[in-house]
């Protein structure tokens, strides 16, 4: 079937609609929960290089119900990064159970799979499988490297009690465990980044700067092979200590710092950026992230550090303040002894140096729902667009992306991206270029809160999108124009597209819409806003059919558009504005 973007129009505002009619109850929710029951049913070995027979008739996925209740997984599939995917059978799972998935029934020996499934899990460059229930919610996800020895599986862990955790190991037995644990090793250590002193005063960030780690668990935890980098990929490696429960450990330029710091270990493979912020990652020796932190450059006065609160208890939160001068290694990882602040449950705004944010919050992640920013007077910048994508330490982990990586789906190729509906690119809500007459500016238009997935083609020159962007950056040379003032947001009414929820936990939009504003020096204000398909067809010759009336785009959304004048000329014809684009100056790209 072939999609004409009027077609698309007209489908997504009637759906749209509908969706407008519940907002109340869940204000413009995508992030789509599962059941308690179904969602307790995990993951939790996989046997994806056997040695004792051949990958196709040894591989196997062990399912583990975690819950408490019955849950029926007829109608499930399995799936991997490939495209290969294998129905459930019509089963039900009571609490404790096992449910095994193999390429052949009896695997290497006597594995006695409850069924079997037809992709190859690969070995040495990893795989993503994804369970995903029948009505398409993602379940469960797990992306593994090649860590396991051949021969041997890689296992979920569980804490003391039992309950499973996000953490995988290596399997220890030849042939694995299947439905006998789903656990490698019980421990409760629990090692965390608990203090960062980026920017020192006092001496050079070469002598300096330092990270805390810290225990808050109650098992010892060897940290040998594991591993500490930032941004730019260089990593320090560990010493082959165990980390006692409530003992600290810091990583520092120099032994001493600014003074007697009398760190545990050196590293000189990175520095800590004070411009522009960075992000501390904790990897373990199997090569999982087990915490990480991400600041920006205004989260800390020089010579202050940022530390992570704890709450009334003393265990860890989420939550980083600024702390004292010189920090406070081995002093403390807590700020406060206050109890700490449930993570935000609804929208939030986010306020950068040049544009606004409006962040929808989810149980593990969130997303953008609405921006707005304004231009004044000609475009005299020429920064760069940083080659980074930024996650956004200031922003709660609920309210943003899981992964500052790009969108990737296995039916995207490297060619032709902007006729394949299922390339999307890192999207920018508020465009970089509009934002590049300062250094900062540039580099928070690149915090992943600034994006969402774009089809390419979209997205791209010739897409719908960034016409509406060249529109803006080249009204900004025309004499007679005193600011623009642009908003916009994005609309979600359909789920057959989110593609990305197991690697970046947000839906994708199936529909953009933007006001823009321009202030004349004569006094005068026309309006021109667009509802912009979000689909590769979305192209700049059809833009006469994304034009719509603030009116109609009100009623579809519901927002009140504080940003317009008391007065306005509502454009209908874009065709008046094209003018703009004429003899514009694009170097300043």
Request: with cysteine.
């Amino acid at each position: 079937m072939k999609f004409y973007p009027a077609t698309i129009l007209l489908n997504t505002i009637v759906a749209l609609r509908q969706v407008q009619a519940r907002i109340g109850e869940d204000r413009r929710s995508t992030i789509r929960e599962l059941s308690g029951a179904a969602s307790s049913v995990l993951i939790t070995e996989i046997m994806y290089n056997p040695i004792a027979c051949s990958d196709g008739v040894g591989e196997w996925i062990e399912l583990f119900n975690n819950g408490s209740s019955d849950v029926d997984i007829g109608g499930w599939t399995i799936g991997d990064s490939g495209g290969g995917t294998s129905a459930l059978n019509a089963v039900v799972l009571s609490p404790g159970d096992y449910y095994i998935l193999g390429r052949t029934t009896n695997g290497c020996g006597n594995l006695s799979a409850d069924q079997t499934f037809g992709f190859a899990l690969n070995n040495s460059g990893g795989d993503t499988i994804t369970l995903t229930s029948s009505n398409g919610d993602v379940v469960d996800t797990y992306t593994y490297s090649d860590i396991a020895s051949a021969g041997r599986s890689i296992q979920r862990k569980a804490d003391s009690s039992g309950h499973p955790t996000t953490t995988w190991e290596p399997g220890t037995t030849s042939g694995g465990t299947p439905r006998s644990g789903y656990t490698v090793v019980v421990s409760v250590a629990d090692v965390k980044i608990t203090e960062i002193m980026y920017n020192p005063s006092g001496c050079s960030d070469g002598s300096g700067e330092w990270i805390e780690l810290y225990n808050a668990g109650s098992a010892s935890a060897s940290l040998r092979d594991w591993s500490v980098q930032d941004n730019s990929a260089k990593s320090v490696t560990l010493g082959d200590v165990d980390l006692a429960p409530q003992e600290y450990y810091i990583l520092a330029r120099t032994i001493d710092g600014c003074g007697d710091l009398n760190a545990n270990r050196t590293f000189t493979s990175f520095t800590l950026n004070n411009y522009g912020g960075d992000t501390v990652y904790l990897y373990n020796a199997a090569g999982n992230a087990v915490d990480s932190h991400a600041y920006t450059q205004h989260d800390a006065s020089e010579g202050n550090s940022i530390e992570r609160k704890a709450d009334i208890s003393g265990n860890p939160t989420s939550i980083w303040v600024e702390g004292p001068a010189g920090g406070t290694p081995r002093r403390g990882y807590s700020t406060t002894s206050s109890p700490a602040a449930p993570p935000p449950s609804g929208p939030i705004s986010r306020k950068y140096q040049a544009y606004e944010l409006e962040l929808e919050c989810g149980a593990s992640a969130g997303y953008a729902v609405r921006f707005t920013y304004e231009l004044v007077g000609p475009d005299l910048g020429n920064q760069a667009r940083p080659s980074s994508f930024y996650k956004d330490g200031a922003v709660p982990n609920n309210c943003q992306q899981l992964s500052r990586l790009g969108y990737s789906h296995p039916n995207c190729g490297s060619t032709g991206r902007k006729t394949n509906e299922f390339c999307f690119d890192r999207g920018h809500l508020v465009m970089a270029n509009h934002l590049d007459n300062d250094a900062v500016t540039i580099f928070e238009s690149n915090m992943m809160t600034n994006i969402l997935p774009q089809a390419a083609g979209f997205n791209q020159a010739g897409g719908a999108w960034i016409h509406t962007e060249n529109i803006i950056e080249c009204s900004r040379d025309l004499g007679n124009i005193q600011k623009q003032v642009v908003f916009g947001g994005a609309l979600f009414s359909d789920s057959s597209n989110d593609y990305f929820l197991a690697s970046h936990g947000i839906p994708t939009p199936e529909t953009f819409w933007k006001v823009l504003i321009r202030y004349y020096t004569d006094g005068t204000q026309e309006v021109l806003s667009w509802l912009l398909p979000n689909h590769y067809t979305s192209t700049d010759d059809k833009m006469s059919l994304y034009i719509s009336r603030i009116a109609a785009i009100q009623a579809l959304t519901g927002d009140a558009m504080p940003e317009l004048p008391t007065s306005y000329t509502e454009i209908t014809d874009e065709a008046a504005w094209d003018n703009a684009l004429s003899g514009c100056d694009k170097s300043r790209r």
